[in-house]
């Protein structure tokens, strides 16, 4: 991934509202993408994850969609909530490799 | 549930000196990686262990080095230091078997001045 500097870019929403993040991955060759979420100060959590030959997942209240022919990855909260305040970071995993390649982080700030 | 553990959590070293970070990863899990975060900027692979094997490496400066012990731990050592090393320090672990599941520690901050 390349440096976003100290200026990630910000989402913010109302509490109870959907949010959606989106994500450019680089490499057509990966074949896992997986949300993380980062609060201050802490490791990145695993949120979900979605094969390459999928183009949608749910799990409870996210939703991740791939979009392969742009390599566009998004990530949509149902129902934001102030405890979803975080920096969310796409990371893709390359065919037959272990490491992840982490995407610029969102900031996502709920506003009661 | 056990996590990944790091040590220290917070060092402070000033330059051309050496550091050295310990990950205890999850217990059965047998891959660890290393990742380093900028402030503000997104991890970034270092390397990782498979086996007590190097089995990936990424954007690690010659001057660190690391390695993974027969009970899994691993150990990042850092010399040299220059203040560009400033970061936060993660490892992460998983099953071999489990590409996806990578567990992070909670990191070690290291600032140098």
């Known amino acids: 991934g390349e440096s976003v500097g100290l200026h990630l870019p910000t989402l913010s929403v109302q509490e109870g509202d959907n949010s959606i993040i989106n994500c450019a991955y680089s490499?057509?060759?990966?074949?896992?993408f997986i949300w993380y979420k980062q609060e201050s100060g802490k490791g990145p959590q695993f949120i979900i994850d979605?094969?390459?030959?999928?183009d949608k997942r749910q799990g409870q209240r996210v939703t991740v969609l791939l979009n392969k022919t742009v390599k566009h990855l998004s990530l949509q909260i149902a129902a934001t909530q102030p405890g979803d305040s975080a920096v969310y970071f796409c990371?893709?995993?390359?065919?037959?490799?272990?490491?992840?390649?982490f995407g610029s982080g969102t900031r996502l700030l709920v506003r009661p | 549930a056990a996590g990944v553990i790091q040590s220290p959590r917070h060092l402070i070293k000033e330059k051309r000196e050496t550091a050295t970070l310990k990950c205890y990863p999850i217990?059965?899990?047998?891959?660890v990686y290393w990742y380093q975060q900028g402030p503000g900027q997104d991890p970034q692979f270092l390397i990782s262990?498979?086996?007590?094997?190097?089995?990936d490496k990424g954007s690690i400066p010659d001057r660190f080095s690391a390695q993974q012990f027969s009970d899994y731990h691993s150990e990042l050592n850092m010399s040299s230091l220059e203040l560009g090393d400033s970061a936060l320090y993660f490892c992460?672990?998983?099953?071999?078997?489990?590409?996806?599941?990578?567990?992070f520690g909670p990191g070690t901050r290291l600032t140098v001045t």
């Open positions: 490499n057509s060759a990966s074949d896992y």
């Open positions: 217990p059965r899990h047998d891959t």
């Open positions: 979605i094969r390459s030959n999928m």
């Open positions: 992460a672990s998983s099953t071999r078997d489990s590409r996806r599941g990578q567990y």
């Open positions: 990371a893709e995993m390359p065919d037959s490799s272990y490491k992840l390649i």
């Open positions: 262990f498979y086996e007590k094997m190097q089995s």
